[in-house]
């Protein structure tokens, strides 16, 4: 059917264009019911064991998903009262606004304070009312700094800072809940600074801008991209085609997606840009129709001639393309499965595209402009003749040439272990970016930003009031803190002993766990008569079968959980823990775990999606030998890229690893061009260094025109205020720079070392072209 | 002062279309029946007789399924002016049984609580934090248990309306001192005075409480509600609670009500 519809569109072209554009707004049609999902957190469904759990240990602990903290900052400490008036009346407005679990939110207006004064046992917010004198404002500096749940907790140890902790509602948007508390502190004079900082803020906030991020820059990259095609084929109407040709198989491919009802996720957001980056393939068509155009007078067979020449290059780098998004689809990420398929379809789209409303505008663009504009294409013009320089030099030097891509292979190899997979989502926003600064300030004053659950299980009801139980979860407390990145660790052993030294006449040293299992049970009821029940229940079951040790870290880094929990587990073997067992929750848990198996599944099927590249190659070629050829620029671009990564110690994170699936895309379509066109060549000059040269000065240039093109076009995304968008930009810019000057600089050296002598189907290719009547014996 | 006078009526007059429901609720005059209707139902719900003596069990259920039983015989004491006086014995949970807790209300002040701890053999006075305070961990809070005083809050009667087939007043009380809520909206039985269902509204203006009378029954000429739910409708916590063995009128003493009976509970009221 493709190599019909080359020439029935060629034939009927105004219909061709008509027909995409009313295919195209068919698909366009289904857009306005697009749905957005712009959580990270769904790249785990609901029903994974991760999140499962944690709703279930927010159930039995009365726990909210996510959290904000709200950091307050005075330098000259908070101690004051015109502070301290500040944070309760923010504390007051803060609970009223929507989204906010406004019973929950913990302050030192409102935190739960288990005070003796004057022999009557007194649970009351650590701040009841505003002290209105010196000595009262001293009793209050003592009475937190005094109290080991308090402190760096709520105020920091030096009383500069403190913090409101602010717990979501389910399904609330923390951005939202986050600019509101902003505008409220805004509106608050004086000498307090404020750092709005938590998981659902980060993500909330990366998840909008990334949306509004991909939609300033992927038409922006794409208005670059049409100014520099215009410069290369000083066509307008061909320029907008390339362009045109990506939008629609967007509009398709998203279409598509939301008519079968699924929302569009981060991932899916890439696609624009994906597609873009695919459809630049058409490039190679563009300039092989202007070599043509010089070379035959009728413009229809130059058209016809152009897409019979390309066309077997151009459908295989679709075929590559597609299965290497589609081999996404094996993967267990259902947002990722999303991606890889739609985007294969889109890759059809463009390869539909290519065979049908590419000739047509071809036709219907006005033919003297173009034999104009074709004038200047030349092999010997600049950019060839320095191509041919580097072909000269690769083909007179193989062994040299290889040589050097094996010490680059050393290079990337000897990186790559360097690798670390880690992802840190506050790190997805530059260092002077409100959301990155709010967590280091609040990290560096308080005890952290990042919440992780322990929760200690018992054998029984009860099991959590054995003081021999609360003892080991003590110890296990003070072990962890030892971990640098924990900043304070809080659990019900530090009410009990609160509480014992409450009821003991307030003596210091009697902060500690009671001997009988009886009195501590008797405390915590003391204490849940007094208190609010979400104080006692956010800290140990009814039942007492469990515990949670609240354990705050101070940075977002997956790896840093990883290295608490380990410890954990080693202090364990160590002390055997007296019938407890002990399993890590909560959002610190989420990320270790969203990062363990996204990025480990998207590592998996990448390399699964490298090795089915590999094996279409080959299976084009009909040869390992080629096969393996025309994946050595692809190859060797993504080691030298991870490899590079590694040096850097830059972490392997969720955008690098969806920018592993761009490469597919792109690097092996070089290779492809080059031996498919190579391979033609030798069926018309059988002399392997001339068809060599030849095809490094006139296909390589369409694969340099296409690297050039898509690394301008994307060097705006350099600009961007989201890390994953500067690291995508780069990516970009080295992937394409590099796959492509591997493509001409060692695939002729190794086509002269490896497959020089090896039967190719170059005959084969030919008797092709001869079934052709259009082509005829039309080679040059 | 008159300039300030006048301004403030200019000012008055200008917020007044954007004050929500400022202009019906002011028009709308609490008819003097509101006061009377509340403190009626305090009579009802809360003192009725000059004494009381009741198991109550109250199971206290989570969204997770986790169920904790209270069990507790309470006695109450009218005394005069408006004073209380509630002594509590636990006789679950375990490990607390045998803890005392004695409250001495007062109108218009807030309470003295004093709570014997047996581990420890000790009695500790217990600061009466605010009102919002939960009774023993559970969705009630000691206003709910022994009342709230009536000037706390403003009444105004809303209308009258049929309630699970009672003829119920319909009335808002809207919170002047500290509350765990702002709003409350209860539906008053006019044959019993007693409660029949109540919202709670929080701060932001959302339901999140929501009482109902699950079964009256009448013990020695006093309606009783023996049977009674609260329910937590934004976290699904709920408390579910019985009144059994309730008598009124049986003489409990006046000096049951004190420490030494905390250390060593009344054996006759409390079986």
Not at chain 1, 190 to 195: E, V
Not at chain 2, 82 to 104: A, C, K, N, S, W
Request: hydrophobic letters at 50%; one cysteine or more; glycine letters at 6%.
């Amino acid at each position: 059917m493709l190599r019909r519809l080359p020439e029935w569109a060629v034939t009927w072209p105004k219909l061709t264009v008509a027909l995409a554009i009313a295919a195209t707004m068919v698909f366009a049609a289904w857009l306005p019911r697009m749905r957005t999902d712009t959580d990270p957190k769904n790249m785990l469904p609901v029903t994974s064991d991760v999140r499962v759990f944690n709703r279930q240990v927010e159930q039995w602990f009365g726990l909210h998903e996510d959290m904000i903290v709200v950091g307050i900052v005075r330098d000259d400490g908070l101690f004051d009262r015109a502070a301290l008036e500040v944070v309760s009346r923010l504390t007051d407005r803060i609970v009223r606004l929507p989204g906010v679990v406004a019973a929950d939110v913990t302050s030192v207006t409102t935190a739960d304070n288990v005070v003796a004064e004057a022999g009557t046992l007194s649970v009351q917010p650590l701040l009841p009312a505003i002290p209105d004198t010196a000595q009262a404002l001293e009793a209050f500096r003592h009475a937190v700094l005094d109290n080991p749940m308090v402190v760096d907790r709520l105020v920091s140890a030096e009383g500069r800072a403190t913090a409101i902790y602010v717990p979501l509602e389910p399904g609330a948007n923390g951005k939202e809940v986050a600019d509101r508390i902003r505008t409220l502190v805004s509106e608050e004079r004086g000498d307090l600074r404020f750092y709005v900082a938590g998981d659902p803020v980060a993500r909330d906030t990366f998840g909008s801008e990334m949306f509004r991020q991909m939609a300033i820059f992927a038409p922006m990259a794409g208005l670059l991209m049409l100014v520099a095609l215009y410069g290369m084929f000083r066509n307008l109407a061909l320029a907008f085609t390339i362009v045109g040709v990506a939008m629609m198989a967007t509009l398709w491919s998203m279409g598509l997606l939301v008519a079968i009802g699924q929302p569009v996720h981060i991932m899916s957001s890439m696609m624009p840009v994906f597609l873009m980056a695919i459809a630049t393939d058409s490039i190679h068509i563009f300039n092989e129709f202007y070599f043509r155009l010089r070379e035959v007078p009728d413009r229809r067979r130059a058209v016809l001639e152009t897409i019979d020449t390309v066309g077997a290059p151009v459908r295989y780098t679709a075929l590559a393309t597609a299965a290497g998004f589609g081999v996404l689809m094996i993967g267990g990420i259902v947002p990722v499965r999303v991606f890889g398929f739609f985007t294969a379809f889109g890759t059809l789209v463009i390869r539909l595209m290519s065979f049908s409303f590419i000739p047509a505008v071809m036709m219907l663009v006005r033919e003297d402009r173009l034999r104009r504009a074709s004038r200047h294409e030349s092999m010997d013009a600049g950019a060839s003749r320095s191509l041919a320089w580097l072909g000269r030099f690769s083909v007179n030097r193989p062994r040299a040439v290889a040589v050097s891509g094996v010490v680059l292979l050393a290079v990337a190899l000897v990186g790559l272990p360097r690798i670390r997979i880690n992802n840190n989502m506050v790190r997805w926003f530059k260092p002077g970016s409100e959301v990155r600064v709010a967590d280091a300030v609040i990290n560096e004053q308080l005890g952290g930003s990042s919440l992780l659950y322990v929760v200690a299980s018992g054998p029984g009801e009860d099991a959590l009031k054995d003081p021999a139980a609360l003892r080991y979860v003590e110890a296990a407390q003070r072990d962890l803190e030892q971990e640098q990145v924990v900043g304070k660790t809080t659990s019900v052993v530090d009410l009990v002993k609160r509480v014992n030294r409450v009821m003991l006449d307030d003596r210091p040293k009697q902060e500690q766990i009671p001997d009988s299992k009886t009195a501590v049970g008797q405390y915590l009821f003391l204490f849940g008569m007094a208190a609010k029940p979400a104080t006692l229940n956010t800290l140990i079951t009814g039942s007492a079968e469990r515990a949670n040790l609240w354990v705050q870290l101070k940075t977002w880094d997956a790896g840093a959980v990883e290295q608490v929990l380990t410890r954990l587990e080693t202090y364990q073997l160590a002390h055997p823990p007296p019938g407890l067992r002990f399993e890590p929750a909560g959002i610190a848990y989420f990320n270790l775990v969203w990062n363990r198996e996204v990025l480990r599944d998207m590592i998996r099927t990448f390399v699964t999606a490298l090795a089915v590249v590999l094996v279409i190659l080959t299976a084009s070629f009909r040869s390992w030998r080629w096969g393996l050829v025309s994946f050595v620029p692809l190859g060797l671009t993504i080691l030298l890229i991870y490899g590079a990564l590694g040096y850097v110690g830059k972490d392997f994170d969720m955008p690098v690893s969806v920018l592993s699936a761009l490469s597919l895309g792109m690097a092996v379509d070089f290779a492809i061009h080059f031996i498919r066109r190579y391979r033609q060549r030798l069926a018309d000059d059988a002399d392997t260094s001339r068809a060599l040269l030849w095809t490094v000065a006139r296909p390589g240039k369409g694969i340099m025109r296409n690297a050039v093109l898509f690394s301008l076009a994307f060097a705006v995304m350099l600009f961007s205020s989201l890390t994953p968008y500067i690291t995508v930009g780069a990516f970009i810019i080295a992937m394409m720079m590099l796959s492509a000057f591997f493509t001409v600089f060692y695939l002729p050296a190794l086509i002269v070392l490896f497959a020089r002598r090896e039967p190719t189907d170059a005959h084969a290719a030919a008797h092709a072209g001869t079934v052709n009547p259009v082509v005829g014996h039309g080679r040059t | 002062m008159r300039v300030r006078l006048v301004l403030c009526l200019i000012g008055l007059a200008l917020s007044w279309p954007a004050l929500p429901e400022g202009p019906r609720r002011l028009l709308a005059q609490a008819p003097p029946g509101a006061n009377d209707i509340v403190a009626r139902v305090q009579q009802a719900f809360y003192a009725p007789g000059k004494d009381m003596k009741a198991r109550v069990t109250m199971t206290l259920l989570s969204t997770g399924g986790d169920k904790r039983l209270r069990d507790l015989t309470m006695l109450r004491r009218n005394g005069t002016g408006g004073e209380q006086q509630y002594f509590i014995y636990f006789h679950q949970p375990g490990d607390v049984r045998g803890m005392t807790f004695l409250v001495l209300k007062y109108p218009r002040r807030d309470d003295d609580r004093w709570l014997f701890v047996p581990a420890l053999n000790l009695v500790r006075r217990l600061a009466a934090r605010d009102s919002a305070q939960s009774f023993v961990g559970s969705d009630f809070t000691y206003e709910h248990v022994s009342g709230r005083d009536l000037e706390s809050d403003r009444h105004t009667l809303r209308g009258e309306e049929q309630r699970r087939g009672k003829a119920c007043y319909v009335v808002e009380s809207q919170a002047q001192e500290a509350a765990e809520y702002s709003r409350k909206v209860a539906w008053i039985d006019k044959a019993t005075w007693l409660p029949v269902d109540e919202e709670y509204y929080d701060v932001r203006g959302e339901l999140f409480k929501v009482f109902t009378a699950d079964e009256v029954r009448d013990v020695s000429g006093h309606p009783t509600i023996t049977k009674r739910t609260m329910k937590n409708v934004k976290t699904n916590h709920r408390t579910d609670v019985v009144f059994a063995d309730v008598a009124y009128d049986v003489g409990i003493e006046a000096e049951i009500f004190s420490e030494r009976y905390l250390r060593e509970p009344p054996r006759r009221w409390i079986q």
